[in-house]
């Protein structure tokens, strides 16, 4: 007979179920997020305000609000081409949606119909910084994860040939977080390393939350986005 110990071993893991599952009702912890923008907005304004590290305490609080609680609670809501939802569990909504509505969400201000109207290249661009973005073509997922592993924890937006979604680093795993068009096509979070979503000619890793970004966050200020195409034309891969 088998060991227990080893069957164990040999059994898959579900890395979907690995991940965080949020605590609170949606709109609540957008709402507790939002007061805590402000009162961080205000101790930045404030005169002699040590602004590293109140940055690096908003950051925090940022990430762990994004990756514990909001993109969480979208886990299982269908996935639709032009899915637009605004609600998790109702409706469906498609990947830029889904990056679009949670960066708002958290209380950045952007454009969520038409970044997510977005090709992956523009909304990147939008996001992240030059110095912390990072292009692989024709590249194994394993280097992509690899690089973003070395990049260090946090929050990274990946975009693929026709597909765009989150990665997130929580120094144990790199887990990608999107509005999935394969398999029964819904929200969900998975290993990195062997999610089908990452196979792909081109990707496009920007690292989120750097400083540009936080400021804008803490000034409530817009984030822009790149002027890009209407709708992504190309048929999505069979």
């Given at each position: 007979?088998?060991p227990v ?6 059994a ?5 179920h ?21 009162d ?5 304004r ?9 940055r690096?305490?908003?950051?925090a609080?940022?990430l ?15 996935w639709e081409?032009y899915?637009?939802s605004?609600t998790?569990?109702t409706g469906s909504?498609?990947?830029?949606y ?14 969520r119909i038409?970044?997510?109207?977005q ?25 992509v ?7 260090g ?6 975009g ?5 979604g989150?990665?997130w ?9 999107h509005?999935?068009y ?8 998975e ?15 920007g690292?989120?939350l750097?400083d ?9 200020r ?10 992504r034309?190309?048929?999505l891969?069979?």
């Amino acid at each position: 007979m088998v060991p227990v110990l080893l069957l164990l071993a040999l059994a898959p893991i579900d890395a979907e179920h690995d991940a965080p599952r949020p605590e609170r009702p949606y709109t609540e912890s957008v709402s507790e997020l939002e007061a805590r923008r402000h009162d961080f907005g205000a101790r930045w304004r404030q005169p002699g305000t040590g602004r590293r590290t109140l940055r690096e305490e908003a950051r925090a609080t940022v990430l762990e609000a994004i990756t514990r609680q909001l993109m969480p609670a979208w886990y299982g809501t269908p996935w639709e081409f032009y899915g637009d939802s605004q609600t998790p569990g109702t409706g469906s909504i498609a990947c830029g949606y889904f990056v679009s509505t949670v960066l708002r969400d958290a209380g950045f201000r952007v454009e969520r119909i038409q970044m997510a109207q977005q090709r992956a290249e523009y909304i990147v661009k939008a996001l992240a910084p030059p110095k912390k973005t990072w292009r692989f073509s024709d590249r194994p997922v394993s280097e992509v994860v690899d690089r973003v592993r070395l990049a260090g924890e946090g929050l990274y937006v990946v975009g693929l040939d026709y597909h765009v979604g989150f990665l997130w680093n929580d120094s144990a795993r790199v887990w990608m977080c999107h509005a999935s068009y394969l398999g029964e096509g819904k929200v969900l979070c998975e290993d990195a390393l062997s999610s089908p979503a990452m196979v792909s000619g081109y990707h496009v890793v920007g690292k989120l939350l750097e400083d540009g970004m936080m400021d804008a966050w803490l000034e409530a200020r817009e984030l822009p986005c790149p002027p890009g195409l209407r709708r992504r034309p190309a048929p999505l891969p069979q």
